[in-house]
């Protein structure tokens, strides 16, 4: 709901939540990704690639980082759940998540 304020209008879009897909094997789960944000998570993301990061304390080359924007906790499951599918197709041990003030370690199902 967009609300009127001194001057301005404003909508609340929810706590961010922060993902890192290394950029080399983004092609062949790119077009999921896409969908799965567009879907649940409707046009309130971002994309920006080719992030120079480290993982696990080696420097991995680049990454491209996805932000998202959502209300309620309840929510948080269901992209647990599609980023341990990612990390499993794309052969990584887990995915970095940001959500909030909250970090986790991602990890597909034994």
């Not at 680049?62 to 980023?83: D, Q, W």
């Amino acid at each position: 709901m967009i609300e009127e304020r001194d001057g301005y209008c404003e909508k609340y879009l929810g706590k961010p939540a922060v993902f890192s897909i290394p950029s080399s094997k983004l092609e062949s789960v790119g077009y999921e990704i896409h969908n799965f944000l567009r879907g649940n998570y409707g046009l309130a993301w971002s994309q920006t690639p080719n992030v120079e990061g480290f993982w696990m304390g080696k420097s991995e080359g680049n990454y491209t980082k996805f932000e998202i924007s959502f209300v309620g906790k309840e929510r948080i499951p269901t992209l647990k759940r599609f980023l341990a599918q990612i990390a499993e197709k794309i052969g990584e041990e887990c995915i970095y998540l940001l959500t909030g003030a909250d970090s986790w370690y991602v990890y597909p199902p034994k």
